[in-house]
């Protein structure tokens, strides 16, 4: 018998009850905010996940162009946070 990791067996269950994109975008809902830090994520928020593009609301112009500027950063910290390579860029909209 194969030994399997939990986590492993965790990701088949979410792909055959077809959540395992919901749960990973969720997944980095959540850790946006600690990655941005304390100061940061009032001004901004994670909005939605497709095909690996990050969609990134934010209060002003200014912190989208900062956080462009950090982009790499803030992606590898997030991939690193979740377990897996679910980011590839970010994408900046205006808060509503």
């Known amino acids: 018998m194969t030994e399997q990791r939990a986590d492993q067996l965790f990701e088949v269950a979410l792909r055959r009850l077809g959540v395992r994109r919901q749960v990973r975008e969720a ?3 959540d ?3 600690e990655v941005v ?3 940061v ?3 901004c928020r994670a909005v939605s996940m497709e095909r690996g593009v990050l969609c990134v609301a934010t209060a002003h ?3 989208a162009h900062q956080l ?3 982009s790499l950063r803030v992606v590898a910290a ?3 946070r979740i377990g897996a390579d679910a980011v590839r860029r970010l994408r900046f ?3 509503r």
């Open 27 to 29: 997944q980095v809902r």
């Open 31 to 33: 850790a946006f905010a």
């Open 37 to 39: 830090g304390p100061a």
């Open 41 to 43: 994520a009032p001004l």
């Open 61 to 63: 112009s200014a912190l």
């Open 68 to 70: 462009q500027l950090d």
């Open 78 to 80: 997030l991939n690193a």
């Open 93 to 95: 909209v205006p808060m």
